[in-house]
Nanobody, 126 residues
């Protein structure tokens, strides 16, 4: 079965950096587009970054553009989110997600994705 497992969350100070990882199994990873979503208490889950199956196309939400970098290693069935210049507003549970790829297309809605990891909590606080 399809499984995604997010890891790497924790407590970090404002201005700090953190790298999240997501391990995929049970499907042909390079046939899927992947994304990172986050959900803060009392807020809706939102897409913050997406990447195509080949890794050639990316999307970033305005709130993280220039600070976060999404990447994938298809040879290792892994995806990553490098987060820099973190602020308390970045505090949330972060989820990795996947969906079958459509050539040249990126999606940023919760309902666009078919498989989800369990999430990893990132807390930005002094």
């Amino acid at each position: 079965e399809v499984q995604l497992q997010a890891s790497g969350g924790g407590l970090v100070q404002p201005g700090g950096s953190l790298k999240l990882s997501c391990a995929a199994s049970g499907f042909t990873f390079d046939d899927y587009a992947i994304a990172w979503f986050r959900q803060a208490p009392g807020k809706e889950r939102e897409a913050i970054s997406c990447i195509s199956s080949s890794g050639e196309s990316t999307y970033y939400a305005d709130s993280v553009k220039g600070r976060f970098t999404i990447s994938r290693d298809n040879a290792r069935d892994m995806m990553y989110l490098e987060m820099n210049s973190l602020t308390p507003e970045d505090t949330a549970t972060y989820y990795c997600a996947s969906r079958p790829a459509v050539s040249g297309a990126l999606y940023a809605e919760v309902d666009d994705y078919t498989d989800w990891g369990q999430g990893t909590l990132v807390t930005v606080s002094s």
